[in-house]
């Protein structure tokens, strides 16, 4: 079944259900359904150090932290939480 199909399926189906249960694009309007989706929360917070810099432990690791570990700390030491 190619995307357009799937699409025009799904269409057929909510059309079939709205009449079933007499729903109208403005009652779905004020259940919220076309609010768009909340942002998802920040990342907890990780790492951090002394100075309070910190790393939500996504992407590269930033030079205070690689500093500490090519000095020897443990990137647990620095974990918070």
Same mark, same amino acid.
């Given at each position: 079944?190619?995307? /357009?199909?799937? $699409?025009?399926?799904?269409? $057929?189906?909510? @059309? ?16 919220? !359904?076309?609010? #768009?989706?909340? &942002? &998802? #929360?920040?990342?907890?917070? !990780?790492?951090? %150090? ?7 432990? @996504?992407?590269?690791? #930033? =030079?205070?932290? /690689? $500093?500490? *570990? %090519?000095?020897? @700390? =443990? *990137?647990?030491?620095? $974990? *918070?939480?």
């Amino acid at each position: 079944m190619t995307a /357009k199909t799937e $699409r025009a399926d799904a269409i $057929r189906w909510i @059309q079939a259900q709205m009449d079933d249960y007499g729903l109208t694009l403005e009652d779905l309007d004020a259940a919220g !359904c076309f609010e #768009p989706p909340r &942002p &998802p #929360p920040p990342p907890a917070l !990780c790492y951090r %150090n002394a100075e309070g810099l910190t790393w939500d432990g @996504q992407g590269e690791m #930033p =030079s205070w932290l /690689k $500093r500490a *570990v %090519n000095a020897g @700390q =443990s *990137v647990a030491f620095f $974990r *918070v939480g």
